[in-house]
């Protein structure tokens, strides 16, 4: 089985969805926190612009549940 991947959001899942007819998805749904223990003056630690660390986006993984749990495969 074709399981899939990587850019799924709560905005798209339905036409992946769709277009593939998966029936399984994999996603961090993530969002991007800060951390002010990664930066002093100047200087930051951070691998990204974004945030300073990653973690499950509750409301965004809510989303995602929603939609695919609706999406009626045809």
Known sequence: ???AGAGITSDNIEKILEKTGVEQIHGTF???MNDTTTSR?????????KGDYE???PEELM??????????MT
């Open 1 to 3: 089985e074709i399981l």
């Open 30 to 32: 993530k969002k991007y």
């Open 41 to 49: 003056d100047e200087v930051s630690f951070a691998y990204t612009d």
């Open 55 to 57: 973690e499950v986006d």
């Open 63 to 72: 989303k995602v549940l929603v939609s695919s749990r609706n999406y009626e």
